[in-house]
């Protein structure tokens, strides 16, 4: 198995703010690596993919960077939607863990 | 459009044996593959496994092995994810999540999710 580690576990921010959280896998994984939004009640958003390609319809306010073992997600110019629990995946190799989460407050 | 439904939240005893249907609509159901994820209250997701929608080869988590089966029926394009011995650690909401069938492996659709209970 890979465990992932994201931190921080959560982060304070306010709307307009540009944040970056970071997730490190155990193991080189290349660029196989996921970002997903979770709102509560409501199952998860992929927001990135190869850790870097933004999804159909997700704004370029989000962006990610990274490869092997160190990722980066950045979201600038908070908007009020984006308060919300975000999770790294890796997909190198099954199991395809995920991160423990990110928990971003006002 | 895309869709991903799940069946509806189940209550059971401990021992018994849950299975939650995942019914896909919309796309080439043969193009991608399903993933079952789950998510205990108040905690992280976990990855419990995969199924290819195309030959129905799958591969489970260490921990599920020997308790879970995933199968698809390609007739009614639906994927069932099926735990049994059931404990209340097993108590989670558990989502299906569909992956292409080629290239880089992601989660783009998922289903509303399924929350099943455990408990005497």
């Known amino acids: 198995d890979i465990p992932m580690t994201q931190s921080p576990s959560s982060l304070s921010a306010s709307v307009g703010d540009r944040v970056t959280f970071t997730c490190r896998a155990s193991?080189?994984?290349?660029?196989?690596l996921n970002w997903y939004q979770q709102k509560a009640g409501k199952a998860p958003k992929l927001l990135l993919y190869?850790?870097?390609t933004l999804q159909s319809g997700v704004p370029s306010r989000f962006s990610g960077s990274g490869s092997g073992t160190d990722f980066t997600l950045t979201i600038s110019n908070l908007q009020p939607e984006d308060f919300a629990t975000y999770y790294c995946?890796?997909?190198?190799?099954?199991?395809?863990?995920f991160g423990q989460g990110t928990n971003l407050e006002i | 459009q895309v869709q991903l439904v799940q069946s509806g939240g189940e209550v059971k005893k401990p021992g018994a044996a849950v299975r939650v249907s995942c019914k896909a609509s919309?796309?080439?159901?043969?193009?991608?593959?399903f993933s079952w994820v789950r998510q205990a209250p108040g905690q992280g997701l976990e990855w419990m496994g995969w199924?290819?929608?195309?030959?129905?080869?799958?591969r489970y988590a260490d921990k599920f092995q020997g308790r879970v089966t995933m199968t698809v029926d390609t007739s009614t394009t639906t994927a069932f994810l099926e735990v049994r011995s059931l404990r209340s650690d097993d108590t989670a909401v558990y989502y299906c999540?569909?992956?292409?069938?080629?290239?880089?492996?992601?989660?783009?659709?998922w289903g509303q999710g399924t929350l099943v209970t455990v408990s005497s």
């Open positions: 999540a569909r992956y292409p069938r080629f290239g880089v492996v992601f989660h783009d659709f």
């Open positions: 919309g796309y080439t159901f043969t193009d991608y593959g």
């Open positions: 190869a850790a870097s």
């Open positions: 193991e080189d994984i290349d660029k196989y």
């Open positions: 995946q890796q997909t190198f190799s099954a199991p395809h863990t």
């Open positions: 199924i290819s929608a195309y030959n129905g080869h799958t």
